[in-house]
Nanobody
């Protein structure tokens, strides 16, 4: 059974940093693309970033490019999202997602079958 467990969310002031973690289990890490979506109140889910361990490809939404960095530790089956220069508009529930794809690029939320429970990120102004 695929399991994704997020951690690392919290409350931070604008300009601050947080690191989210997604611990994955139940599948072969290298065969999957793992990423992050976020959803703010009253807004659609937004694809933030993803990473493919098989070819090293990554994707970032324009809204986070240059501020967020995704990485993976294959030995720990864990993906990290380092978030710097946070803005109030980054406030959302962040979800870890995974599915069996080759290569990482933009995919819509419905294209991912596996989702974590989400972790709240709140950025105060």
């Amino acid at each position: 059974e695929v399991q994704l467990v997020e951690s690392g969310g919290g409350l931070v002031q604008a300009g601050g940093s947080l690191r989210l973690s997604c611990a994955a289990s139940g599948f072969t890490f290298d065969d999957y693309v793992i990423g992050w979506f976020r959803q703010a109140p009253g807004k659609e889910r937004e694809g933030v970033s993803c990473i493919s361990s098989s070819d090293g490809s990554t994707y970032y939404a324009d809204s986070v490019k240059g501020r967020f960095t995704i990485s993976s530790d294959n030995a720990k089956n864990t993906v990290y999202l380092e978030m710097n220069s946070l803005k109030p508009e980054d406030t959302a529930v962040y979800y870890c997602v995974a599915d069996r794809y080759n290569g990482c690029y933009y995919r819509a939320s419905y294209e991912y079958d596996h989702w974590g429970q989400g972790t709240q990120v709140t950025v105060s102004s």
